[in-house]
């Protein structure tokens, strides 16, 4: 069973806890979605005051439902549409304070208030998204933002 370790203190040395974990944990498996499966998970178990934490995978110029944790959900994003389909269209994180004040906001479930979104892009080439929601407004900080884009990168690898 893997288990999430966490450091009593700075947030950073945290998520580069989790970072190192990831990478342990999908070291050899060359399955994507086993990896993203297992991404998700990891994030989930590290992560407080979150209710959804997932992937969407492009398809063409749209975004499709990958592995996630949490209640069921949108199963198709257009590009620059709402805060997933805008990130990826963007190729650009997005930092949602309050997803009710987001233009074009797409709400899957009623209890998320503020959002994070990091664009998966490899050789260039868009892959999909990290979402990551919560049901607490401005839940998430530039803290987060850089660190989740370093497990992007680390993810990355093994995608």
Same mark, same amino acid.
């Given at each position: 069973?893997?288990?999430?370790?966490?450091?009593?203190?700075?947030?950073?040395?945290?998520?580069?806890?989790?970072?190192?974990?990831?990478?342990?944990?999908?070291?050899?498996?060359?399955?994507?979605?086993?990896?993203? #499966?297992?991404?998700?998970?990891?994030?989930?178990?590290?992560?407080? %005051?979150?209710?959804?934490?997932?992937?969407?995978?492009?398809?063409?110029?749209?975004?499709?439902?990958?592995?996630?944790?949490?209640?069921?959900?949108?199963? %198709?994003?257009?590009?620059?549409?709402?805060?997933?389909?805008?990130?990826?269209?963007?190729?650009?994180?997005?930092?949602?304070?309050?997803?009710?004040?987001?233009?074009?906001?797409?709400?899957?479930?009623?209890? #998320?208030?503020?959002?994070?979104?990091?664009?998966?892009?490899?050789?260039?080439?868009?892959?999909?998204?990290?979402?990551?929601? #919560?049901?607490?407004?401005?839940?998430?900080?530039?803290?987060?933002?850089?660190?989740?884009?370093?497990?992007?990168?680390?993810?990355?690898?093994?995608?």
């Amino acid at each position: 069973m893997f288990e999430v370790e966490k450091y009593e203190g700075k947030r950073e040395s945290n998520y580069d806890l989790v970072i190192k974990q990831l990478k342990a944990l999908l070291d050899g498996e060359p399955n994507v979605i086993a990896n993203l #499966s297992n991404a998700s998970a990891l994030l989930n178990q590290f992560l407080d %005051r979150v209710n959804w934490v997932g992937f969407y995978l492009i398809d063409e110029e749209e975004l499709i439902l990958g592995p996630f944790q949490g209640l069921p959900a949108c199963v %198709r994003i257009p590009l620059g549409r709402g805060v997933c389909g805008t990130a990826a269209k963007e190729k650009k994180t997005m930092l949602i304070e309050d997803v009710h004040q987001f233009p074009g906001h797409i709400a899957c479930d009623a209890a #998320s208030l503020s959002e994070i979104v990091v664009p998966i892009v490899k050789d260039g080439e868009l892959l999909g998204v990290l979402d990551i929601d #919560s049901p607490e407004k401005n839940r998430f900080d530039e803290i987060d933002q850089q660190k989740l884009e370093e497990f992007v990168e680390a993810l990355v690898k093994y995608l």
